[in-house]
C-alpha cells in the first residue's frame, strides 16, 4: 500500500487569508486602544490638575488667601506660582507651589501632561515652557486686568478657571490669557484639545477667537476640583473674570 504523507502546513492562500484577518483586526483595536490610552491620559491629566488645586489653597492659607503670581516669561517674581524658567527650575522647590508639591528638578511629573510632547513648542521650541499647564492671568499678581489678588475676591469660585491645559501653539510660559478684552484675541492662549479624540476637531483657524469652541480640554477651578469642559466654557468671560461686570463693554463668546 502507498504510504499517504498527512499535509501540515498551509497554503499560501491559506496564509494569505490569514494575515488578512490579523490586519483587519489590527485595524478595528488600533483605535480603540487609542482612545482608551487617551483616556486614561485625560484621567492622569485631571489627578495632575488636583493636585496642582490643593497645593493653590495650601499656598493661599499660609499667605494670607494671596494668590501666587502668573510666572510670566522675562517678568521672575519670587512670587510667582512656579518657577520654570532655566535660571531658576534648580530651585523649583522653594518657591511658589514648589513646596506644597515637593518638587524638584527631577520630580516635576505633577506638572507634565502624559499626552504632551514637550520637545513641540511653537514658541520657543524645545527651550520653550517646560510643562503643560499655565494661570490665569486675571488671578494673582500678573498682568491681566482687573486682578483678585485673594482667593475671596473670585465670585463664584467653583465655575472660575485658574489653570488649563494649554495648546502648545499657544503656551510659552505659566501666564496665560484665556479670555481677552475686545481687541485683543489675537493673544488667546488656548485650551488644549489633545484628549478630544472625535472627527470633527479640525486644525485651529488663524483670527477665530475660539476655533473648535466644542472640543474639550481639563482645567483647574478656584476651589481646587477639575473638570474637562469645551473651549467655549473655558474662553468665556463669566469662567474667566474674578468678576464680569467690570467688563461690560467686552463680549462673553461662552456657551
Known amino acids: 500500500m502507498l504510504n499517504r504523507h498527512r499535509r501540515t502546513g498551509f497554503t499560501l492562500v491559506e496564509l494569505l487569508v490569514?494575515?488578512?484577518i490579523i490586519a483587519l483586526l489590527i485595524s478595528i483595536l488600533l483605535p480603540s486602544l487609542h482612545r482608551a490610552r487617551e483616556n486614561a491620559n485625560r484621567v492622569k491629566c485631571l489627578s495632575n490638575l488636583r493636585q496642582i488645586g490643593m497645593a493653590f489653597i495650601g499656598y493661599s492659607n499660609d499667605n494670607q488667601q494671596l494668590l501666587p503670581g502668573t510666572s510670566e516669561e522675562g517678568n521672575e517674581q519670587n512670587y510667582d506660582w512656579i518657577w520654570w524658567q532655566s535660571d531658576r527650575i534648580a530651585t523649583i522647590g522653594t518657591g511658589g507651589i514648589g513646596p506644597y508639591l515637593n518638587l524638584s528638578p527631577a520630580n516635576v511629573q505633577v506638572l507634565v501632561c502624559p499626552s504632551d510632547?514637550?520637545?513641540f513648542r511653537a514658541r520657543g521650541g524645545v527651550n520653550?515652557?517646560?510643562f503643560s499647564y499655565s494661570m490665569n492671568y486675571m488671578m494673582g499678581f500678573g498682568n491681566g486686568p482687573a486682578h483678585a489678588y485673594l482667593?475671596?475676591?473670585v465670585l463664584e469660585s467653583s465655575s472660575k478657571v485658574l489653570l488649563m491645559e494649554e495648546d502648545p501653539y499657544t503656551i510659552d510660559d505659566g501666564n496665560g490669557s484665556f479670555w481677552c478684552r475686545t481687541g485683543g484675541w489675537a493673544s488667546l492662549n488656548?485650551?488644549?484639545l489633545r484628549h478630544n479624540l472625535v472627527a470633527d476637531i479640525q486644525p485651529d483657524?488663524?483670527?477665530s477667537p475660539i476655533p473648535n469652541a466644542g472640543g474639550k480640554g481639563n482645567v483647574l477651578f478656584c476651589d481646587g476640583h477639575a473638570d474637562y469642559v469645551t473651549r467655549s466654557f473655558?474662553?468665556?468671560k463669566e469662567e474667566n473674570a474674578p468678576d464680569p461686570s467690570i467688563f461690560p463693554n467686552d463680549p462673553d463668546l461662552g456657551p
Request: aromatic share 4%.
Open 18 to 20: 490569514v494575515i488578512g
Open 117 to 119: 510632547d514637550l520637545t
Open 128 to 130: 520653550g515652557y517646560p
Open 151 to 153: 482667593l475671596v475676591q
Open 190 to 192: 488656548m485650551l488644549s
Open 205 to 207: 483657524i488663524p483670527g
Open 234 to 236: 473655558a474662553h468665556s
